[in-house]
């Protein structure tokens, strides 16, 4: 199977840490990923509130260099670029006169695009858990953790294809896998209010003040997630929240990229847990974290 | 073309199956916030109700999270509904009612015309400073560029692919509107 990868562009920017540990895991894991050519922008709403078409050309642009290269699957692992892709490819694949406009904006053709997936959508089928399993190497079993979703891992659940929309599992499986015993919680597909951070930071900190007390109220010590903006939010405006809720937060948020790499013995720097607002380390080092010699 | 067949023609949505049990705005984590919750948008669209929903704030205040889509038992989808009234409001010139939104916005694909793509720190700088806003975040930039997590712009800029793309499709949206 020949897989493409669509960084996107936080992950070239603010999300670095989600980046370099998807690319160090993957390339643990002996998983192979070609990087997508010349890839642009998603356009995420801003693209789609200025024009319809435009909305559309945008994503498919990278849709069709997929096609292109002629990968089977391209994996994206921002959420929100997962999304468009998905949407923008089922609206053109229902509407041909709307695909005949795309492709002469375009000027390339959209024959038989490759479906995009998440991460977490190769890494939690069941043909990896043995591999999984076999590659602990630091036993990370006593982190109390909640797994947050978010929006569009698996929502909406017709276009998404993937896991539960209101309870998804596929995290939670992954890091059980690893020995983590992630706690139940209510809020882990709540939206954190994404971008509205750079415009309506308040909003932003109502939203994740909600998630922050849900995870307390669990037990959790850390918040594992699968997509830049939850982290960007989460890791970001714990100041503000700990300012309305009376009380310091100081809560480690981690890609579940992280957290597997961190398990499989490769170095905190490969990861980028340095680059954290809340540092990982100290949680992570409470641990028994020896690593077993092979 | 009623209002409602606008939005049916942009999004695909027949409002006419929502039958008002406001799930969506139950489920919505911005409807506290909203002057019209998304089951009164649906609801105001089917009544024709144009100037209320695109000039109401719900439309740029909806984060496109997909809980009300994914929650209706009709199948229906508020969200596309929404973004097609967006796209509406903008197709008429009426201006967004949040301002700092449609800023961000117009920045955004600005930034993507520069670069193809987004250099997330001058959006958000940029966003910030017309918004007023720039300052209450500044310790927080200082400590992300600290982490490496404010990165230069790309270059060379590499807006070209983007530029033809967003050239092509305003003028084959005007051909086909004229």
Redesign the interface.
């Known amino acids: 199977m020949k897989l493409g990868y669509y960084p996107g562009?936080?992950l070239?920017?603010?999300?670095?840490?989600y980046d370099e540990s998807i690319r160090a895991l993957f390339a643990h894991l002996e998983i192979t990923m070609e990087d997508l050519p010349?890839?642009?922008?998603c356009?995420?709403?801003?693209?789609?509130?200025?024009?319809?078409?435009?909305g559309l050309?945008?994503p498919l642009?990278n849709v069709a260099q997929a096609e292109k290269a002629g990968y089977d699957k391209l994996i994206a692992p921002c959420s929100a670029c997962l999304?468009h892709f998905k949407h923008a490819t089922q609206t053109v694949t229902e509407n041909p006169s709307l695909r005949a406009?795309v492709e002469?904006?375009?000027?390339l053709p959209l024959d038989s695009p490759p479906p995009t997936i998440h991460p977490l959508e190769l890494l939690s089928d069941n043909s990896f858990e043995m591999r999984i399993r076999a590659s602990v190497k630091r036993d990370l079993s006593d982190l109390k953790a909640v797994c947050y979703y978010g929006?569009?891992i698996s929502?909406?659940?017709?276009l998404m294809q993937f896991d539960d929309?209101?309870n998804p599992q596929s995290m939670d499986r992954l890091l059980n896998w690893i020995g983590i015993q992630t706690l139940d919680w209510p809020r882990k597909?709540?939206?954190c209010?994404?971008?509205?951070s750079?415009?309506?930071?308040d909003?932003v900190v109502d939203?994740c003040q909600r998630l922050f007390e849900s995870a307390l109220e669990a037990g959790a010590e850390a918040i594992i997630v699968g997509c830049p903006m939850c982290h960007a939010n989460l890791d970001?405006r714990q100041n503000a929240i700990a300012a309305k809720l009376g009380h310091a937060l100081n809560m480690p948020v981690l890609y579940f990229s992280q957290v597997l790499g961190y398990a499989f013995g490769l170095p905190g720097e490969k990861l980028g847990f340095?680059?954290?607002?809340v540092d990982p380390l100290p949680l992570l080092k409470c641990l028994k974290l020896e690593v077993t010699s092979d | 073309m009623a209002f409602r067949d606008e939005i049916q023609a942009?999004s695909g949505q027949n409002v006419n199956l929502c039958f008002q049990c406001s799930k969506c705005s139950s489920g919505c984590?911005?409807a506290d916030?909203m002057d019209l919750k998304p089951a009164q948008v649906m609801h105001s669209i089917r009544l024709g109700r144009a100037d209320s929903v695109l000039n109401s704030q719900a439309i740029w205040l909806c984060?496109?999270?997909?809980?009300c889509?994914?929650r209706c038992p009709q199948?229906v989808?508020p969200?596309a509904a929404m973004?097609?009234v967006?796209?509406l409001a903008?197709q008429k010139g009426i201006k967004p009612s949040v301002k700092?939104?449609d800023?961000?916005?117009?920045g955004?694909?600005d930034n993507?015309r520069l670069n193809?793509?987004?250099?997330?720190?001058s959006?958000?700088g940029i966003?910030?400073l017309l918004?007023g806003?720039l300052i209450?975040?500044l310790p927080?930039a200082m400590?992300?560029l600290v982490?490496?997590?404010?990165?230069p712009p790309?270059l060379p800029l590499?807006g070209g692919?983007?530029r033809k793309?967003?050239r092509?499709?305003?003028a084959?949206?005007k051909e086909?509107r004229a």
């Open positions: 562009c936080s070239e920017g603010i999300s670095a840490e010349d890839w642009i922008c356009g995420t709403l801003a693209a789609p509130s200025l024009s319809r078409l435009l050309a945008t642009w999304y406009d002469a904006v375009l000027e929006c569009h929502r909406p659940a017709k929309p209101e597909v709540d939206c209010g994404a971008h509205f750079m415009i309506k930071p909003i939203m970001t340095k680059r954290h607002i | 942009l984590p911005l916030k984060v496109d999270c997909e809980t889509t994914s199948d989808e969200a973004a097609a967006r796209v903008l700092v939104i800023i961000y916005y117009r955004f694909v993507m193809g793509k987004i250099h997330d720190a959006v958000a966003t910030q918004t806003q209450p975040d927080l400590k992300l982490r490496g997590r404010v990165k790309p590499g692919r983007f793309i967003y092509n499709a305003l084959k949206e086909s």
